[in-house]
């Protein structure tokens, strides 16, 4: 069994950012997913 976690403490983090030409300090970002947790299996017969 594989347990995964991710952003365990769910803050908000930019994944890209970048300055938009031509605007008065305007920026353009993409924020990473929220906290996730996923639980992976495998069995054999």
């Known amino acids: 069994m594989k347990v995964v976690a991710r952003n ?25 997913p929220p906290a996730t947790y996923t639980i992976q299996a495998r069995f054999k017969f």
């Open 8 to 32: 365990l403490t769910d803050e908000r983090t930019a994944a890209f950012k970048n300055t938009i030409p031509g605007g008065f300090f305007s920026v353009a970002a993409f924020t990473d």
